[in-house]
C-alpha cells in the first residue's frame, strides 16, 4: 500500500490528516489487497486534495473502483455543510448524471444468443459515437421540458410510462433545476444530441440475469434468474459538458473572489449559498434532467426494438432502476449522532440508499435502493441493494463500475479492436461500434476485476450483491 | 517540437513541446482534433476564433473548449491551425471540412479540458505545456 496510507479495517484504509498540506478531514478508501496493489499514487494524493475543501464533512471518500481522474479521484465521494461548505463541477466532472439504467423483459437466453439482426437494428436505431445526431427533432421548447422536468417530460412526450419515473433516481428529474443557468451555448449543443448514446465508455449492452444471490430482493426488483435486461450508459452529451466548462470558469473566479485555496485548479469551487454556487447547482440540475430525459428516450428506442423483433408489449419491459454516477445532491444524513443536511458529490460513485430511506420506489422500501453496476466490455454487470452500513459509512454511496486500469494510449497499444471484437465473438458476445478504437479502448483487460470491486463493497457493507448478468451483446459509442 | 502522449488511466493527458507559443497551441490544437476525428482531416473550409483570457493555461483551455464548441455544433473537422497569440490575446485561423461518418469515426468524443495539471511554461529549450483531455 502506498505510504502513509493506514490499513484500519479488512478493506478500510486511511489517509490521516497531513498526508498533503490542508486536509481538514482524513481520506477513507476502501480496497482489497489486490485491489491496492493496482491502486495510483496519484489518486490518493487527489482524494487527499478534496479534503482541503472548505466545509467538508467527516472524511473525503473513495469507493473500491478508486482511480486517478482530475481534480476529484474517480470513485470520490465528498459531503459539504450548507454553512461553510462549497459546490466544485469538478466533484461531478463534464458528464453531468452519467449514470446508468436497466430495463428487464420476458425474453430469455435463446432468444437472443447470436442474433446478429438485433445488435445491427439496435446500431441502427440508437445514434451512437463521434457526431451522432438526434433521430427526433429537439425544439427550444421541448428542450427546456428535458431540462426541467427531465424524464417527466420525456414520458409525458410518449418516450415511457408513468412506472419508468417510480424506478428512478429523483423520480425522474431534479426539481431545483434553473434552465436561465444554462448558458445558450449548452444548449445550442443539447438540441441535436436528444436520445443518442455518446462515446468513450457509455454503451447499451443485452445481458442475461446469471446468479441470484438475494432472491427476496431480486423479487421486489423484478429480476428472475435466466432474463433478459438492457442496460444503458450514457450523461448529459454535449449539453452537460459546456455546463462543466462554463461554471468552472465562473467558479475558478469565485474561488479568488471568496479566498479559498485550493490545491488543484480543477477543484474550483464556490459557498454552497453563494451566487455562483447556486448558478452552479441549478444549471448541474437542468443538465442532470437532460441526462435522464435522454436515457428515457433510448429506452424508448430499445423497446420499440424488441417490440417489434420479438412481437413483445411495451409493457412488458419494464424499468428495474436508473441511477446517476456523477451529480452533487442536497441529502439529510445523520453525523455524529444529529440529522444535517449536506451536499453530497459523488463522481464515479453511486447512491445506495438503506431500506427507508427517501426518495425510494415504494415497493423496495423495506429492501433498499437498487443498485446498478455496469462491468466493462465482455464482463458480467452487477445489481446490488443499498444498505443502512452505506448511510452510516459513506453518506449512501458506493462503487459505480469497475474502475480502469490501463490507459487509453496504452490500450490502443497493447490491444487490437478487431482482436478484442473477435474474442468476444468467440464467447458469444456480440460487439457493435463506429470503430475498433472504441473497442480496444474499453477491453475487458483495461479495467479492474469487477467481480472485485462489488465484492468490496459487499464487504464493507455499503451495498449487497443481488443479481450477476452476463453480456450477450453491446452497442459502442 | 514534439507531442508526447502520457498515460493517464482514465483520460488522455499531452506533454507538448515547441520553439514558439504559436507552434504549441497549435500543435495540441491539431491532438485535440485527432483524438475526437482520426488523423484523416481536411483542410478545405476556413474558420476564425478569437479569444481572450486571464491568464496563459486558461488562454489554453478556453481556445480549445471553444474549439470543441464551434466543432461540435457546426459539424467541423478541423485539420490544422496558425495560431497568433498577443499577450493573453488569441487569434486562430482554423482550417477543416464538415464531418464526414466515413472518414472520421475512429476518435472518441472529449468532453472538456481539464484544469488539473494543466501548465504552460518556458525555459532556455523553448515552450512546454501539460494538458488532460476528459474523454
Not at chain 1, 466532472?93 to 423483459?105: A, E, H, K, P, Q
Not at chain 1, 445488435?119 to 428542450?143: H, I, M, Q, Y
Not at chain 2, 488511466?9 to 507538448?16: G, I, M, S, Y
Request: charged share 20%.
Amino acid at each position: 500500500m502506498i505510504d502513509g496510507v493506514k490499513r484500519i479495517g479488512a478493506n478500510d484504509w486511511e489517509v490521516p490528516i497531513g498526508f498533503v498540506p490542508g486536509m481538514r478531514v482524513p481520506g477513507r478508501f476502501f480496497l482489497s489487497e489486490a485491489l491496492g496493489r493496482i491502486l495510483e499514487p496519484g489518486a490518493v494524493q487527489q482524494l487527499a486534495n478534496v479534503a482541503t475543501m472548505p466545509g467538508i464533512v467527516r472524511y473525503s471518500l473513495a469507493m473500491p473502483d478508486i482511480h486517478w481522474g482530475y481534480g476529484f479521484p474517480i470513485g470520490g465521494v465528498a459531503a459539504f455543510s450548507l454553512d461553510e461548505g462549497v459546490i466544485s463541477p469538478g466533484g461531478v466532472g463534464f458528464d453531468i448524471n452519467c449514470g446508468v439504467r436497466l430495463l428487464s423483459t420476458p425474453l430469455t437466453q435463446t432468444d437472443v444468443r447470436g442474433r446478429k439482426d438485433l445488435f445491427d437494428e439496435l446500431f441502427r436505431s440508437v445514434p451512437a459515437g463521434v457526431g451522432a445526431k438526434s433521430k427526433t427533432s429537439v425544439t427550444a421548447r421541448s428542450l427546456d421540458g428535458m431540462m426541467i422536468r427531465g424524464a417527466h417530460w420525456a414520458v409525458e412526450e410518449g418516450y415511457g410510462v408513468s412506472h419508468d419515473l417510480i424506478r428512478c433516481e429523483e423520480k425522474g428529474y431534479m426539481k431545483a433545476a434553473d434552465s436561465s443557468e444554462v448558458s445558450a451555448k449548452a444548449k445550442q449543443r443539447g438540441i441535436p444530441q436528444g436520445g443518442t448514446l455518446g462515446s468513450g465508455n457509455h454503451f447499451l449492452e443485452i445481458q442475461i440475469v446469471q446468479e441470484i444471490y438475494d432472491p427476496e430482493a431480486a423479487a421486489a426488483f423484478g429480476i428472475t434468474a435466466g432474463q433478459v435486461c438492457c442496460m444503458v450508459h450514457c450523461g448529459s452529451r454535449g449539453l452537460g459538458h459546456q455546463v462543466c466548462t462554463d461554471h468552472l470558469k465562473i467558479l475558478e473566479g469565485a474561488t479568488k473572489k471568496y479566498h479559498i485555496s485550493l490545491p488543484d485548479r480543477q477543484l474550483a469551487c464556490a459557498p454552497i449559498t453563494s451566487k455562483e454556487g447556486k448558478s452552479y447547482f441549478g444549471a448541474m440540475a437542468a443538465s442532470a434532467n437532460y441526462a435522464w430525459a435522454n436515457r428515457q428516450m433510448i429506452t424508448h428506442t430499445v423497446r420499440q426494438v424488441l417490440s417489434k423483433m420479438f412481437s413483445i408489449p411495451y409493457e412488458d419491459m419494464p424499468l428495474i432502476y436508473d441511477v446517476a454516477h456523477n451529480v452533487a445532491k442536497f441529502e439529510e444524513h445523520t453525523i455524529d449522532g444529529r440529522r444535517m443536511n449536506v451536499c453530497v458529490h459523488r463522481k464515479g460513485a453511486t447512491r445506495a440508499f438503506g431500506p427507508g430511506s427517501p426518495d425510494l420506489p415504494p415497493d423496495v422500501l423495506s429492501i433498499g435502493q437498487p443498485v446498478i453496476i455496469p462491468g466493462s466490455m465482455g464482463t458480467s454487470s452487477f445489481v446490488l441493494k443499498g444498505t443502512a452500513g452505506a448511510m452510516e459509512k459513506t453518506f449512501g454511496s458506493t462503487c459505480h463500475g469497475a474502475g480502469r486500469l490501463m490507459s487509453r494510449s496504452q490500450a490502443k497499444k497493447r490491444l487490437i479492436g478487431r482482436e478484442v471484437a473477435g474474442n468476444l465473438l468467440k464467447e458469444g458476445i456480440i460487439v457493435r461500434a463506429p470503430s475498433e478504437n472504441a473497442i480496444a479502448d474499453e477491453a475487458p483487460g483495461v479495467y479492474k476485476p469487477i467481480d472485485e470491486v462489488v465484492n468490496v463493497v459487499h464487504e464493507v457493507g455499503i451495498s449487497q450483491l443481488v443479481a450477476r448478468l452476463s453480456p450477450v451483446g453491446v452497442i459502442k459509442g | 517540437m514534439s507531442l508526447e502522449d502520457i498515460p493517464h488511466t482514465a483520460d488522455v493527458k499531452f506533454r507538448v513541446r515547441a520553439d514558439t507559443l504559436n507552434a504549441l497551441f497549435s500543435e495540441i490544437f491539431g491532438a485535440l482534433m485527432q483524438v475526437i476525428y482520426g488523423k484523416d482531416r481536411r483542410g478545405d473550409l476556413v474558420k476564425e476564433a478569437h479569444i481572450e483570457s486571464s491568464d496563459i493555461e486558461s488562454l489554453l483551455a478556453d481556445f480549445l473548449s471553444e474549439v470543441l464548441f464551434i466543432s461540435e455544433v457546426e459539424g467541423l473537422v478541423f485539420s490544422h491551425a496558425e495560431i497568433t497569440i498577443k499577450g493573453l490575446k488569441l487569434t486562430a485561423v482554423l482550417h477543416g471540412e464538415l464531418f464526414d461518418r466515413a472518414r472520421h469515426s475512429e476518435g472518441t468524443e472529449v468532453k472538456g479540458i481539464s484544469y488539473s495539471d494543466l501548465s504552460v511554461s518556458r525555459d532556455t529549450n523553448g515552450y512546454m505545456l501539460d494538458i488532460i483531455f476528459d474523454v
